[in-house]
């Protein structure tokens, strides 16, 4: 039968029974030390307030409920959609692509490469409000180069409308999505994306690197002002 250390028997195996315990009720209550979506924003969404640049233009993050700032590196047409390079204080880049998250650098989570040809928000009308794509993805860590993702876009009606919607101008286009991937063990998962679209730019979304790591962006050029 196995024995524990009592804090009674040495100074040694005192400390060894504290460390002992304290890893045991951070394991237990998940300590946000171990929570990887933390790790790969922890600088990005920090506690304190960011100085604006009234030239800039930033667009709002949150994650888990916390909120932060990136500014407008550049803006470039390619391909006749824009490629945007988003920066934090801190240095990492979230680069989007006609309002996608396209790549991911400098965090602890990376999406390094991106493949796939996600149909143009003006593609859809009434007759095809659905487009099935796919894309492969290059993911850090654990060396995941092209990991394929099956996505199902659907253009949502004024019925189906989220609840976000009083928040947004009234003529603003609302698409959700559908990812369906694998995770580091190889087994399926699948998680839903929401995007806010008008005059063919997305002015919000909802949009994950994994199933358990989402976050919301609100593009927001007065946010400084």
Not at 17 to 42: E, M, Q
Not at 132 to 152: A, H, L, Q
């Amino acid at each position: 039968m196995t024995k524990f250390l009592k804090p009674g028997n040495t100074l040694s195996g005192f400390f060894f029974y504290v460390l002992s315990l304290i890893f045991f009720v951070c394991v237990l209550s998940a300590c946000k030390s171990t929570d990887p979506s933390w790790h790969t924003f922890k600088t990005v969404l920090s506690k304190t307030e960011p100085k604006f640049n009234p030239s800039l233009e930033y667009i709002t993050v949150e994650l888990d409920g916390r909120t932060s700032h990136l500014a407008l590196g550049y803006r470039e047409l390619v391909k006749g959609r824009p490629l945007e390079h988003w920066y934090s204080g801190a240095g990492e880049m979230l680069e989007m692509v006609d309002g996608r998250v396209n790549k991911a650098l400098g965090m602890t989570f990376e999406i390094r490469g991106n493949k796939g040809r996600p149909p143009a928000w003006e593609s859809f009308d009434d007759v095809r409000q659905t487009q099935v794509w796919t894309r492969e993805i290059d993911i850090m860590p654990g060396y995941r180069y092209g990991v394929e993702e099956e996505i199902t876009t659907v253009k949502l009606s004024k019925e189906n409308l989220p609840v976000q919607k009083t928040k947004y101008p009234k003529d603003a286009i609302w698409f959700q999505e559908r990812v369906i991937t694998k995770d580091i063990q190889g087994k399926t998962q699948q998680f839903q994306q929401l995007f806010a679209v008008l005059n063919n730019r997305v002015i919000y979304s909802e949009q994950c690197f994994h199933k358990n790591m989402c976050m919301s962006f609100q593009r927001d050029q007065q946010v400084a002002r």
